[in-house]
């Protein structure tokens, strides 16, 4: 197993909380982003001319008095796209074609000499627009008599494992079928229906999308582009293109957080068609703040109906759910968002019958894509709210409702299949331990509630059967080492990670490790994209898997000029050792140069290059009437976050005093970065549940921007953020380590929930919780008007 | 549109430049003077990313024009760390892990240094207020106060 890599006597630094590696470029501020690389004097700028309408036919578009305009030096439309692209169904045009889907939809792109003449040449392109009925509810979007978003669905491409429904507006429908739940309900003395609604937001990274793409002479199109995904850029722009993967360059500098919205490809490929006007000339395309709110990602909607039953011991027993998604105008992303949910509709529990439906919806407002949490903070929102409620009908503690019905070691889960060892009780003890569960704390104030709640979650890695990682060490004439990897540093810590991981693995220092950046398609090895928190796990083991290649070479090499075997051989702190003969050799006399032949005949070896590589190859497919299969995932991280909150009455605030998180991570690589990944999740989720809503006035945005769309600052943070590591390992993780990145956002929304219906006695179904829901909702209650 | 020669002081370098009357202060600095230190998060006044040092205030290098700072003093965080070493306040932000993605880390770490620099021992909740203006989306803020927190003291 993975543990025997390395050697175990030399200080390794798995388990170690060592500082960030790319700690010190951002905090001169010489770390560069995309915009802050130079072009000179050929850079070219790009702006969108987008959609007004949230649904609407283009009858004319005239581009002539945006192109007579000095300075203007290209203007594209949907012309100038060749085919559709998408993740896992190919639903969209760079540029609109003849169809306007959402607010913000692409219809032209100016390219001009200054960013000021792009945007005032983009107010010189005439559209004339045929209004068309919007979809604005995925509810509705089924209905028969709902207008229709893609009438050529049937025609679009679509990964094997996404069902759309021809003639609907129903992109896919994941279906699961576990048992008898119909019959099921007879057995339950508890039953508990609700219907739940979680609005839109966004991602916000600070930094806004944006890339700089290039057509050169020969055609190769080279794109600076601040991304999650370059290798999923290049394959599906080249794709769009009808090019080779080969002929595309993506070039990723640090990317100012993603958090999902800069994975896939959302506004890349709109400055590559534009670049392709003007060859030889970089074009930037930078979004606006407001652009970054609607025309980027944004997180789906959805309405989501949870019946849940357990019996008269509190056991549960049958669970049935219908998800409909709010996807938006297009959902080549967004389908595959559904199936996950559709999976993991359980939560982390035991459920003998499970009937499921899960829809992803066309809708005509901002299109839904991956974030943070990719489905899963949107299901345990109703999933966690109403499993408290049932423990409440029980009269069942919350906790231990859930330490009686969570999942554990070969418990079968929603898709028919026996779970991995798994922490899921005991991260929800430990967090509860940590809050003083059970005991009942005073207010500050005698107008303010104090409660507690806590919510369970899981989560699986959502991504197609075979997404690979690959990774290359050199090694340098002294020794030291140039890992080459393709998994973007997003903030998460994972190029800090990965050199842990090739230290160790390899039997080095840390500090002779060097991770070769920035990650460029031409020259990294093959990533599948960087998000399903899977990086540490997937990535790690393509680390490890070339840290064995080249120790292998090193072996074969010494053993044959010591004449020993290479079973006696292990590299320590820098030195081959033999623990037969007790000989050793520092690494840089033979790395690169080779070792001399004992009778002066000539040299042996040479440069040493590991290469490595990561698939899993065990993710079945699942049955498309039942969702049953033998594996449906790689593996679930899972954990709990437990709240003490006070609310105010007199103006609705709910005020976080502690936030616990508790996650199963399988091994802490480096317990300060998963720490440090807790407590952001922690303020990103409590932002979500208690600020956050991407306002859709009949399918217009009505507050994009962080004044009107506020995002937590150092004012909303919680009294204290408390995080706590438990590790199960995982049995194909580097050391035993899966995913925490997104986890941690999980489950705060229904912990901050739950602790409001203990504090105040108020059950709040729809996100976001503002003071203005809670104060009205405390009136209502009160009998107030 | 109108042209203005100005000269300002940027980091302890005295900089002149011809500048367009509706340039900013943050495109001057990054687009004319390769400072790209102090980032574009919204262009607005609204994130905090650009924040820059003027005469001793931090301001919202995207909201004052570039004609504004015409004799001023200007700070960046360029400027933070010399040849003698890293300011305080970026050892610490090494120390605790500050910084994530760091788009935001230029503007935390120069709201922070123009606020110890007037309050050098500051309370918790003089922390957060002085940082309110600076958005962070990765860290949750913990490690960004303790970054200050740790300055305050070692400084
Ligand atoms: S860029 Fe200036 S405040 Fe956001
Ligand atoms: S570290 Fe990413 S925004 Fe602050």
């Given at each position: 197993m993975t543990e025997k890599v390395g050697p175990k006597s030399f200080p390794s630094p798995i388990g170690e909380s060592v500082?960030?590696?790319?700690?010190l470029p951002k905090v001169t501020g010489e770390a560069k982003f995309t915009d802050d690389i130079q072009f000179g004097a050929d850079l070219l700028y790009g702006r969108i001319v987008r959609s007004p309408h949230p649904h609407a036919r283009i009858k004319r578009l005239d581009v002539s008095k945006a192109l007579a305009l000095p300075g203007v030096k290209a203007v594209v439309t949907g012309e100038d796209c060749k085919d559709r692209f998408g993740l896992y169904l190919k639903d969209r045009y760079t540029f609109c074609k003849e169809r306007v889907r959402y607010v913000g939809d692409p219809v032209a792109g100016v390219v001009a000499t200054s960013e000021n003449l792009a945007e005032e040449a983009s107010r010189l392109v005439e559209v004339e627009y045929e209004v068309l009925e919007p979809v604005l509810d995925p509810v509705a979007g089924v209905q028969k008599d709902s207008p229709l978003l893609h009438p050529q669905l049937k025609d679009y491409t679509v990964a094997s494992f996404i069902y759309p429904k021809h003639g609907t507006n129903i992109s896919n429908h994941f279906k699961l079928r576990k048992g008898d739940v119909e019959k099921a309900w007879s057995e339950c003395s508890v039953i508990v229906e609700r219907e739940y609604r979680v609005p839109h937001v966004q991602h916000t990274p600070i930094e806004p999308h944006i890339t700089v793409a290039k057509q050169d002479r020969s055609g190769q199109i080279t794109l600076w582009a601040s991304s999650q995904s370059p290798f999923a850029q290049r394959d599906l722009i080249a794709a769009s293109l009808g090019m080779s993967p080969r002929d595309v360059r993506v070039i990723s500098p640090f990317v100012g957080g993603g958090f999902g919205s800069k994975a896939g490809v959302s506004m890349e490929a709109l400055a590559v068609i534009m670049a392709q006007k003007v060859p030889g000339h970089p074009v930037k395309v930078r979004l606006t703040r407001e652009e970054e709110f609607y025309c980027a990602f944004v997180r789906q909607g959805l309405v989501a109906k949870i019946k849940v039953g357990a019996d008269a011991h509190g056991k549960l027993v049958a669970m049935k759910t219908e998800y409909y998604w709010d996807a938006g105008a297009y959902t080549e992303y967004g389908v595959n968002i559904t199936r996950a949910a559709g999976y993991s509709c359980t939560g982390p529990y035991d459920v003998p019958n499970v009937w499921t439906d899960s829809y992803c919806v066309y809708t005509n407002h901002p299109v839904g894509g991956p974030m943070r949490g990719f489905g899963m903070p949107e299901i345990h929102w109703g999933i966690e709210q109403t499993m408290d409620q049932l423990a409440e009908e029980l009269g069942m503690d919350k906790l231990e409702f859930r330490l009686k019905n969570c999942l554990r070691e070969g418990s079968i889960t929603a898709t028919g299949s026996a779970i991995h060892p798994i922490g899921v009780a005991e991260c929800a003890a430990k967090a509860a331990e940590a809050i003083d569960w059970g005991e009942k704390e005073s207010s500050s104030a005698p107008h303010k509630l104090r409660g507690k709640g806590l919510a369970i979650m899981w989560k699986a890695p959502a991504m197609p059967p075979n997404a690979g990682s690959s990774a290359l060490i050199r090694f340098n004439e002294d020794a030291t080492v140039s890992v080459g990897i393709g998994g973007q540093e997003l903030g998460q810590g994972a190029h800090t990670i990965a050199a842990q991981i090739a230290a160790a693995s390899l039997g080095v220092p840390m500090d002779w490790i060097r991770i070769s950046g920035p990650i460029d398609t031409q020259y990294s090895p093959y990533e599948w994209q960087t998000v399903a928190s899977r990086i540490t796990w997937s990535m790690g083991n393509a680390i490890i898997d070339a840290a064995k290649d080249a120790r292998r070479q090193i072996f074969d090499l010494v053993a044959q000029q010591w004449e020993?075997?290479?079973?006696?051989l292990d590299i320590r702190d820098g030195q081959v050792i033999s623990y037969k003969s007790e000989r050793s050799e520092p690494l840089e006399n033979l790395v690169v140069y080779g070792l001399p032949k004992e009778d002066d005949s000539g040299w042996r070896g040479g440069p040493i290059i590991g290469r490595g590589s990561f698939m899993p190859d065990y993710v079945s497919a699942l049955d498309p009437?039942?969702?049953?299969?033998?594996?449906?995932?790689?593996h679930f991280t899972a954990g709990c976050q437990a709240v003490d909150l006070e609310v105010d009455t007199e103006t609705g605030k709910i005020e976080l005093l502690r936030v616990v998180s508790a996650f199963?991570?399988?091994?802490?690589?480096n317990p300060d970065q998963v720490r440090a990944q807790m407590e952001g999740g922690v303020v990103q989720g409590a932002s979500t549940t208690l600020l956050e809503q991407l306002r859709l006035d009949e399918g217009f945005p009505i507050n994009a921007s962080f004044t009107d769309y506020r995002i937590a600052s150092t004012m909303d943070m919680p009294g204290e953020n408390i995080s706590i590591i438990v590790e199960v390992p995982q049995d194909d993780g580097p050391w035993g380590a899966r995913g925490i990145g997104e986890h941690s956002m999980v489950p705060t929304a229904p912990a901050i929930a739950n602790a409001l219906a203990d504090a105040a006695g108020l059950r709040i179904l729809d996100l976001p919780l503002s003071a203005e829901r809670v104060f009205n909702a405390l009136r209502e209650k009160e009998g107030m008007p | 549109m109108a042209t203005h020669k100005i000269s300002l002081t940027v980091n302890g370098v005295l900089e002149q430049a011809e500048v367009p009357s509706n340039m900013v202060l943050l495109t001057l600095l990054r687009e004319r003077l390769g400072l790209t230190g102090a980032k574009n998060g919204c262009a607005a006044g609204e994130c905090g990313a650009c924040t820059v040092i003027m005469d001793g205030e931090p301001v919202n290098s995207c909201l004052v024009l570039a004609v504004e700072a015409d004799g001023s003093e200007i700070v960046t965080v360029e400027g933070l760390s010399s040849e003698s070493g890293l300011d305080p306040l970026q050892e610490a932000m090494i120390e605790v892990s500050g910084t994530q993605c760091g788009f935001c880390t230029p503007g935390v770490l120069i709201s922070a240094r123009a606020f110890l620099d007037r309050t050098p021992s500051p309370s918790e909740d003089e922390i957060k207020e002085a940082l309110r203006g600076n958005l962070c989306r990765?860290?949750?803020?913990v490690r960004i106060v303790e970054s200050v927190k740790i300055a305050a003291k070692g400084g």
């Open positions: 500082p960030r590696i790319d700690a020993e075997t290479p079973a006696d009437e039942t969702g049953q299969g033998p594996r449906a995932v790689v199963d991570v399988g091994k802490a690589i | 990765c860290t949750g803020y």
